[in-house]
């Protein structure tokens, strides 16, 4: 996934154009923020760190990119050659992949000579704002239904193959156990499923051939769909075909429902082959999955070992965009705030407290200055200094443990599907009110 | 934008298998629709297909790949050489980019081997549902803002890099003026736009500084960001830098509103500065506009010569997915059908034909089987056989045309933005007709 450095919004490159005018080199603090939860969302998870890091590690503009800017005539000469020497030296905090974060807590500092911060603006943003939305749905997937196997099963409808790909990092990062995306597969060492579609079985003369041919083109992973045509007269063709592969030393693993009514169908599915004997066929489904359905089958106990959970998820259907943003925070040792009706920012560099309850619960946040020392955790840590990494990459099992140990601690409120009444409580730090007092003075008389 | 084979599901690759091992290698034909329209989509715009194409031209499995898939234990050894081998040598029949479509309509049909047919379905999906969704809803921002100069701004909040670069060429397709997308203008050659901000006025000490600094830096592209802090005081300060950049020869072109209300805000903007002489600086607005705040801010004849159209825009976000399916329609000469509950499909290899009425509007579509000659026009073309292209791709500049064309001959209840009362009309032939009825019989007999 490296990108080019166009990749970006050309006023990036015009702004930078004007630093590069007039000198200005001084060092800037960005942080990155999430200014509003969604509707239908009590937290966020952080996710997409790891592939921010990585572009900032590869940030380098190509002789063609260069060619490129010059064949536009917004550019001077000089100014590319000055932007072809620039690579990313500064330096990064951030809350680790898989942290609970909430409103206006910056998941990511960004501290760099100005125009290095600025550059990489539109694709930090990119970056993360994806991965955390989608790792948040599928907090979200994992919390409704408790101890189920859940599967990513979005590409087709993944808005591209990047989103494919950081979809099923994210799902997975969160506790998701796996992907249909077989190239996310082999990227991120996620375990792959994947079964047989409609087509397969609409491809041979009836429903029967299609279960026993597959079945033996891949004996150790029989699990067949059996919705293409009808349900129910179906499964007798799933427990004939057992009882012949049964000769032939082949187990039907699970049968898999795309359709029709989820709950009931699993249920009747079920019967049926407990009636023949079959107890250790599995039932999986899919379609049109989110956590809404996740959990009404589970609570309704429908028999289902395992779901496939696909477009809604991976589009973020309800809320597909964050209100985030990357905000100049601090420039040349001075709080900056921007103050546009309704997007004020809280200026300076910044660190959230956490604070937890005795029964070991989160009890809420406290924003800070950066270098202020209070009680709680402080979420956000070094990851990058002078354009390297504090640390190496962290693995999935990592963060999946993480966000376990996370969500275990969100209190009940916040982890249930429906709005909580109230968000999560957010302290302003006595240091932090003095510097927003004094910022508005100074910006007063700047204006 | 070239992708690895195995960005697919693994469904895929276990159905292959299930082919290459009963040595099942008949034609397959396969057809690409939107089931349903979302709630606020009267009409789709197709697009995607030259990306479709490029993908279908250069499908290819690397030694790389073939070891991850041996890696897997999933696959025959002899089954993955076999894939080793695959290219596509199959027809493809398509609606040109532009064309203006309705629920169950074809918009490409894939003829080859079952096989080929069936590998290339997930990428095929991701990339025409992707770019088609956004393609429609640009149509619909470029109805509500007649004559306007639109822009595409979304690639921070695009679901990942592909998503970025296809919005900004779909949305171009179909009539957006250019991107701030820097490597789509590179890319797609379109035009690119961009200027400052907010941290860049937050980086000088004050505002009258910023504007001065960004103007001289590229005095040929002067448009200023007047919101950071108080709007309507920045106006003044525009006025001064006006006058100070006037001796110096450089002209501001425009001045940018990002946020509030914006369309009070820029009649007042307008008359400030056409008090002090400034009719030639424009105004350029942004901040969370879709097709209805375009259209209201159109309507209420705000002064805005340029709309920048970003997050809502690249994410669909009132429809981020559409309920589209890639379906075998006929296999070894015969019709198919897939009949789960609410997901049936018409059986066989279709045409769309589109019929027009005395005014030159379009009067409703017919779809029948593919070898029929019906009144109207037939909307599927040939656009690869035996793997080539049929003919050199098409620039964006003869879609924009046809897709200009196509929405003046959109009747008037489908150009709203409201939900038109009766979806358009579509009619099955007397042949497709036979055909549904005589596949039901086979299928009968098959289960």
Same mark, same amino acid.
């Given at each position: 996934?490296?990108?080019?450095?166009?990749?970006?919004?050309?006023?990036?490159?015009?702004?930078?154009?004007?630093?590069?005018?007039?000198?200005?080199?001084?060092?800037?603090? $960005?942080?990155?923020?999430?200014?509003?939860?969604?509707?239908?969302?009590?937290?966020?998870?952080? /996710?997409?760190?790891?592939?921010?890091?990585?572009?900032?590690?590869?940030?380098?503009?190509?002789?063609?990119?260069?060619?490129?800017?010059?064949?536009?005539?917004?550019?001077?000469?000089?100014?590319?050659?000055?932007?072809?020497?620039?690579?990313?030296?500064?330096?990064?905090?951030?809350?680790?992949?898989?942290?609970? $974060?909430?409103?206006?807590?910056?998941?990511?500092?960004?501290?760099?000579?100005?125009?290095?911060?600025?550059?990489?603006?539109?694709?930090?943003?990119?970056?993360?704002? $994806?991965?955390?939305?989608? /790792?948040?749905?599928?907090?979200?997937?994992?919390?409704?239904?408790?101890?189920?196997?859940?599967?990513?099963?979005?590409?087709?409808?993944?808005?591209?193959?990047?989103?494919?790909?950081?979809?099923?990092?994210?799902?997975?990062?969160?506790?998701?156990?796996?992907?249909?995306?077989?190239?996310?597969?082999?990227?991120?060492?996620?375990?792959?499923?994947?079964?047989?579609?409609?087509?397969?079985?609409?491809?041979?003369?009836?429903?029967?051939?299609?279960?026993?041919?597959?079945?033996?083109?891949?004996?150790?992973?029989?699990?067949?769909?059996?919705?293409?045509?009808?349900?129910?007269?179906?499964?007798?063709?799933?427990?004939?075909?057992?009882?012949?592969?049964?000769? =032939?030393?082949?187990?039907?693993? /699970?049968?898999?429902?795309?359709?029709?009514?989820?709950?009931?169908?699993?249920?009747?599915?079920?019967?049926?082959?407990?009636?023949?004997?079959?107890?250790?066929?599995?039932?999986?489904?899919?379609?049109?999955?989110?956590?809404?359905?996740?959990?009404?089958?589970?609570?309704? =106990?429908?028999?289902?070992?395992?779901?496939?959970?696909?477009?809604?998820?991976?589009?973020?259907?309800?809320?597909?965009?964050?209100?985030?943003?990357?905000?100049?925070?601090?420039?040349?040792?001075?709080?900056?705030?921007?103050?546009?009706?309704?997007?004020?920012?809280?200026?300076?560099?910044?660190?959230?407290?956490?604070?937890?309850?005795?029964?070991?619960?989160?009890?809420?946040?406290?924003?800070?200055?950066?270098? =202020?020392?209070?009680?709680?955790?402080?979420?956000?840590?070094?990851?990058?200094?002078?354009?390297?990494?504090?640390?190496?990459?962290?693995?999935?099992?990592?963060?999946?443990?993480?966000?376990?140990?996370?969500?275990?601690?969100?209190?009940?409120?916040?982890?249930?599907?429906?709005?909580?009444?109230?968000?999560?409580?957010?302290?302003?730090?006595?240091?932090?009110? /003095?510097?927003?007092?004094?910022?508005?003075?100074?910006?007063?008389?700047?204006?």
């Amino acid at each position: 996934m490296s990108v080019p450095l166009l990749l970006t919004d050309l006023y990036q490159l015009t702004m930078l154009q004007g630093y590069w005018h007039e000198g200005l080199a001084g060092e800037a603090v $960005f942080e990155l923020f999430v200014r509003k939860l969604p509707t239908e969302r009590n937290f966020l998870v952080a /996710a997409g760190l790891e592939q921010a890091l990585e572009y900032l590690e590869h940030l380098v503009l190509t002789d063609e990119e260069a060619d490129y800017l010059r064949s536009t005539g917004l550019f001077d000469d000089r100014f590319i050659d000055w932007l072809g020497e620039i690579c990313f030296q500064g330096d990064v905090d951030a809350m680790p992949e898989g942290t609970v $974060f909430f409103p206006n807590e910056p998941i990511l500092r960004v501290t760099a000579p100005i125009h290095q911060a600025q550059l990489v603006e539109t694709r930090l943003i990119n970056l993360l704002q $994806f991965q955390t939305m989608i /790792a948040s749905k599928a907090a979200r997937c994992v919390l409704a239904a408790p101890g189920r196997t859940l599967v990513e099963f979005g590409l087709r409808r993944a808005h591209g193959a990047e989103a494919g790909l950081m979809a099923a990092r994210a799902t997975c990062a969160v506790g998701f156990t796996g992907t249909s995306n077989v190239l996310a597969g082999q990227r991120y060492g996620l375990p792959i499923f994947g079964t047989m579609a409609h087509s397969y079985v609409m491809a041979h003369d009836n429903e029967l051939d299609a279960f026993l041919s597959f079945a033996r083109s891949q004996p150790n992973n029989v699990v067949l769909l059996i919705d293409t045509y009808d349900t129910l007269l179906a499964v007798a063709k799933v427990i004939e075909a057992a009882r012949i592969l049964e000769r =032939e030393g082949i187990r039907i693993r /699970a049968v898999r429902i795309d359709a029709g009514d989820l709950g009931e169908l699993a249920k009747e599915v079920r019967r049926r082959l407990d009636a023949a004997g079959l107890e250790s066929i599995g039932i999986f489904v899919s379609g049109d999955l989110d956590e809404w359905k996740l959990r009404s089958l589970t609570q309704q =106990e429908a028999p289902i070992g395992g779901f496939g959970v696909g477009t809604r998820l991976v589009t973020s259907h309800d809320a597909p965009y964050l209100n985030c943003a990357y905000k100049l925070e601090e420039y040349a040792g001075l709080a900056r705030r921007k103050v546009s009706p309704g997007k004020q920012t809280y200026p300076g560099r910044k660190q959230v407290f956490r604070r937890y309850g005795d029964d070991g619960k989160m009890a809420g946040d406290t924003l800070a200055v950066a270098d =202020e020392e209070l009680p709680g955790e402080p979420l956000l840590v070094p990851v990058m200094r002078a354009g390297k990494r504090v640390g190496p990459a962290e693995s999935l099992e990592v963060i999946r443990r993480r966000t376990r140990e996370q969500l275990d601690r969100l209190p009940e409120a916040y982890r249930r599907l429906e709005p909580a009444a109230q968000s999560f409580p957010l302290a302003l730090s006595d240091r932090l009110q /003095a510097l927003i007092a004094e910022t508005d003075r100074r910006l007063g008389l700047a204006r």
